[in-house]
């Protein structure tokens, strides 16, 4: 399986911005869908985006439509999340996932997700 490991998180004020990096170790990046999911205290996990082998199909929980961008480089073996215009209830570990299932259609529910990384928090201040 391969190894995931996220950076990026941090504190910042609602408004404001932050982009979410994964990297991925191993030579086999380009096979995974990958995917960003976020947990908040006492909350369950909910699904955020997800991105196909090359790019080329994305889709965004209604919750971060037109504020988050969901990218990878296969090159660097890195996924990112682009997140503008925080709010506060955008406050959670975020956690990137790797995903060798069937596609289309793009996962979207954690069960379709076998590789996981540490999370990163992100904590959004009004």
């Known amino acids: 399986q391969v190894q995931l490991v996220e950076s990026g998180g941090g504190l910042v004020q609602a408004g404001g911005s932050l982009r979410l990096s994964c990297v991925a170790s191993?030579?086999?990046?380009?096979?995974?869908?990958m995917g960003w999911f976020r947990q908040a205290p006492g909350k369950e996990r909910e699904f955020v985006a997800a991105i196909s082998w090359i790019g080329g199909s994305t889709d965004y929980a209604d919750s971060v439509k037109g504020r988050f961008t969901i990218s990878r480089d296969n090159a660097k073996n890195t996924l990112y999340l682009q997140m503008n215009s925080l709010k506060p209830d955008d406050t959670a570990v975020y956690y990137c996932?790797?995903?060798?299932?069937?596609?289309?259609?793009?996962?979207?529910?954690?069960?379709?997700?076998?590789?996981w990384g540490q999370g990163t928090q992100v904590t959004v201040s009004s």
């Open positions: 191993g030579r086999t990046f380009r096979r995974y869908v």
């Open positions: 996932a790797a995903s060798l299932g069937s596609y289309p259609p793009l996962p979207v529910g954690g069960d379709g997700f076998g590789s």
